[in-house]
Every structure is written in C-alpha cells, then in structure tokens.
C-alpha cells in the first residue's frame, strides 16, 4: 500500500530562513505526490503536485519540491520564510496508478515563522 | 471560484444520538469524500463516491454511513454517535479526470459529542 511519512510533526524557523518540510513516500510503483497546506480556520488547498514529469515542482506562494526516487522523497522547501506561510502541510500520495483513486494524507507538519 | 460548503462550523451532540453532516459543491465534481481530522494523525479517509446513489468505504468506515442522492451533496452519517467521533470533519469534491488529485475542501465542521 502507499504511504507517505512527514519525518517532523513540528518546525520552527525564523522570518527570512529557508524552510524545509520532509516527507518520504512508500510506493510499489512511480507515484504521484503532492503537498496541501491548511491555514487557520480555512480550508486545505493543493499547493503542488508532481506526476511524473519533471522532478522539481513549483507551487504558489514561492514553495517547491523535488522528487528524488534514489532517496524515496518529496521534501518542500522555500528560500525564504514569510510570516503568511505559518500553517500546516501535509505530504500527499495517490492509492494507485491511475487517475481516479482517493489520496493518502501524511500526518501533517506545522510550520510556525518567527518574527 | 470552487465552492465547498459544510452545513455547519459547530456541532455538539450527546453519546447516542444520531447527528447528519451535510455537504454541497458547486463545481459539478462527479467524486466527493469526507474525512476525519484528528491532531498528529492527519486526514484519514471515512467513505468515498463517485457517482450518485454509489458510495465507498475509505480507511475508517466503521461507524458512519453516508448517502448520496443527489450529485452536489453528500451526507455523512453518524448513526450513533460515542464521544471517540469527536473530531474535525472534512468535506471534498473533486473531477473524475486527470486533475482528480485536485480535491476542494469544505472548511470542515467540529464536532463534539459529550
């Protein structure tokens, strides 16, 4: 069965610093993967996807990720934290190989920025 | 814009009763989900569907039944409801397409039961 596995439930960082968000995935075949973010009291919204393309993926707000199968990850990462991208996000990988099939979440990692 | 609505942002119902969680999109999504949210554990998948009158067991289904009559709206039901169902409930709505992954969230009800 598919899974994904967020390595830190928590992380802190300071305005302006890197952000890194780590998520290993556990697939019998090429997966797809994705990365939702939860802000307080609002809905979850699709902040990137990778679908077997190309292996470095852009989202909004300035966030990426990078598919790397050697290493079995899908780490999100953004040069430079803003005080707007405190919120929780989740790892996200398809059941199966196929359009149409449910999501697995992760457990979720909030992020919280200093001033 | 999509649009997700969830029949309420509150809910507090006594052990036993039964208690309904209402649903409706607005983007003529063929496939609708509900989840539970629990801290450190995620979202976890309750039932599924992908068409009217047709539903699917997720990951967690015992416990709740849901229905679909119409194909805007999904009712997730809580036959009787034991405090272990207290949770944050998630709704989401998606097309039966390449974009499927894309699911559209509801801002979720929370629900107590005392």
């Known amino acids: 069965a598919q899974s994904v596995t967020q390595l830190d439930s928590h992380v802190s960082v300071s305005e302006g610093t890197p952000v890194l968000l780590r998520c290993n995935y556990s697939?019998?075949?090429?997966?797809?993967l994705f990365w939702y973010v939860q802000h307080p009291n609002k809905g979850l919204q699709l902040l990137l996807k990778y679908t077997s393309a190309a292996t470095l993926v852009k989202g909004i707000n300035g966030f990426e990720a990078e598919f790397k199968k050697s290493e079995t990850s899908f780490h999100l990462t953004k040069p430079s934290a803003h005080m707007s991208d405190a919120a929780e996000y989740f790892c996200?990988?398809?059941?199966?190989?196929?359009?149409?099939?449910?999501?697995?979440f992760g457990k979720g990692t909030r992020l919280s920025v200093i001033a | 814009d999509v649009k997700v609505t969830q029949s309420s942002r509150y809910l507090v119902k006594r052990t036993g009763e039964k208690v309904f969680l209402e649903c409706v999109q607005d983007?003529?999504?063929?496939?609708m989900f509900w989840y539970r949210q629990d801290p450190g554990l995620g979202l976890r998948l309750i039932y599924f569907?992908?068409?009217?009158?047709?539903?699917e067991k997720g990951d967690i289904p015992e416990g709740y039944s849901v229905s679909r009559e119409k194909k805007e709206r999904f009712s997730l039901i809580l036959e009787s409801a034991s405090t272990n169902q207290t949770s944050m409930y998630l709704c989401?709505?998606?097309?039966?397409?390449?974009?499927?992954?894309?699911?559209?969230f509801g801002p979720g009800t929370r629900l107590t039961v005392t």
């Open positions: 996200v990988v398809s059941r199966a190989n196929s359009g149409n099939t449910p999501l697995v």
């Open positions: 697939s019998s075949y090429s997966p797809s």
């Open positions: 983007m003529d999504h063929e496939n």
């Open positions: 989401a709505s998606s097309f039966q397409t390449v974009r499927a992954y894309e699911q559209y």
């Open positions: 569907s992908y068409d009217v009158k047709m539903k």
